[in-house]
């Protein structure tokens, strides 16, 4: 019998609308929530009420990555907040996937944000004593989160 080893974290794969990003080094943040609403007839029996299934929601995924010379994601956030030399352009949405990678480098599950675009940018601290990586961070909203499991390409389970 085969044993099912369980997926690392910290080999993955980010792609925006089918384009491979590298240097992420952290993606954080990908959850849904269901809000319950509670729901009672006048003439129930029951002193407690039903509890029916509200809105869904889904949490901002953070993107980590060193600072390079590289603008697109910069480029990709002023087309919703504008810098002051430009004008407005128009909201750009892409779909983002993080496929999880095995130790063998095959790509095993993964989520995709539905209609994804910048909500927020980070610029790293400066330390004049430091000597770490600067480390930037771009916060997205989405409007859905699909999962696809390792071993089933192709099929894909929408949250």
Known sequence: MAINYPYRVFRYRVEIDGISRAGFSEVSGMSSSTDAVEYREGDDL?????????????GNVTLRWGVSDDTDFLDWLYSVAP???A???????????????DDAGN????WRLINAWPVGYTVPDLNGMGGEVAIQSLELCHEGLEHTPGAMAGAASTI
């Open 46 to 58: 029951r002193n407690t009420p039903r509890k029916l299934a509200g809105l869904t929601k889904f």
């Open 83 to 85: 810098t002051n030399n």
């Open 87 to 101: 004008p407005p352009t128009g909201m750009v949405r892409h779909n983002v996937t993080i496929t999880l990678i």
């Open 107 to 110: 790509a095993g599950p993964s």
